[in-house]
């Protein structure tokens, strides 16, 4: 393979696969230090495209009677509609925008979603934070959808974004080095 000899070679094998490398679609996952492990690992997973959205289980050949989002019951449900598609998503990602003082926040995958506190010009620690509330938007926006899905549960925006601030307060103020961070300040972002 490779050899004039047609052996096999495993620096042929090596050399071939450095050479395809750049090729290779590697998804690196910065993890947010004060959030939960659970937090981090779905949307670490997520990133993957390996949560259970109906696309994702349909690829993996179960059948789904009910293949529209059932957050605002348009589009067929897949990562990218739930977390930034969705009308549901749109809006919070706005309502986020502002509550940070940051720019529109924008994004057309889940991938984006987790790369875009690097790209609104932030400084520690709120770069770290809204790092952080965005995983929480995600995880929020999830466990809403399952609520929906499985207990015929009505999505309503402002639960979500309540949600997003209280308990990105709870684990900002116990979980991080911000530990003197008063309810007052995490509502108007301000973080130091």
Not at 136 to 148: D, L, M, N, T, V
């Amino acid at each position: 393979m490779g050899h004039k000899s047609n052996e096999f070679g495993v620096k042929f094998v090596k050399n071939m696969l450095a050479k395809n490398q750049s090729k290779v679609d590697i998804f690196k996952f910065s993890w947010c230090k004060w959030l939960p492990a659970k937090c981090n690992i779905f949307a670490w997973r997520a990133g993957l495209g390996s949560i259970a959205t109906v696309d994702a289980l349909k690829r993996r050949n179960i059948n789904i009677q009910d293949t529209k989002c059932c957050v605002c019951n348009k589009e067929e449900e897949s990562i990218d509609h739930l977390f930034t598609g969705c009308l549901v998503a749109r809006i919070m990602w706005q309502a986020i925008s502002r509550w940070c003082r940051t720019q529109q926040i924008f994004a057309f995958s889940f991938r984006d979603l987790l790369e875009v506190n690097n790209h609104l010009g932030l400084k520690e620690p709120e770069k770290s934070s809204v790092c952080g509330i965005i995983i929480i938007g995600c995880w929020s926006i999830w466990r809403s959808r399952k609520e929906a899905r499985f207990a015929n549960k009505t999505v309503k925006m402002d639960k979500i974004i309540s949600e997003v601030k209280s308990v990105g307060f709870l684990w900002a103020r116990n979980r991080s080095k911000c530990k003197d961070l008063s309810w007052e300040n995490w509502c108007k972002f301000v973080i130091m």
